[in-house]
């Protein structure tokens, strides 16, 4: 599957966004997801996973009652609802595909793979 983030852009402290990840390929709608985020000279860092139905989710505690993730499988895409956004969002946002199953904690970058061109969401004070 081929993922490609969009959505991003600027906002100010407070304001709102949505990311879109879409997909390639019917696999899609088999797989739990998840997002992340990247800041420059910083690791890629776990923000929000989803179950491949989309009755399960996790967040950081960082995003956890101001971001929602969510999916359309019919639409093959997942989406990321930002709301309240910090400064300390900024970031480039990517999506991934779980290869390791659903859980509820924080993963690490090697658990996901079909990672595509990122979103960058800036976030100014």
């Known amino acids: 599957v081929q993922l490609q983030a969009s959505g991003g852009g600027l906002v100010q402290d407070g304001g709102s966004l949505r990311l879109s990840c879409a997909a390639s390929?019917?696999?899609?709608?088999?797989?739990?997801m998840a997002w992340f985020r990247q800041v420059p000279g910083k690791e890629r860092e776990f923000v929000a996973a989803i179950t491949w139905s989309g009755d399960g989710t996790f967040y950081t505690d960082a995003v956890k009652g101001r971001f929602t993730i969510s999916r359309d499988n019919a639409k093959i895409t997942m989406y990321l609802q930002m709301n309240s956004l910090k400064p300390e969002d900024t970031a480039v946002y990517y999506c991934?595909?779980?290869?390791?199953?659903?859980?509820?904690?924080?993963?690490?970058?090697?658990?996901?793979?079909?990672w595509g061109q990122g979103t960058e969401v800036t976030v100014s004070s």
């Open positions: 991934g595909r779980d290869i390791m199953g659903f859980r509820r904690k924080m993963r690490g970058i090697s658990e996901y793979d079909s």
């Open positions: 390929g019917s696999t899609f709608r088999s797989y739990d």
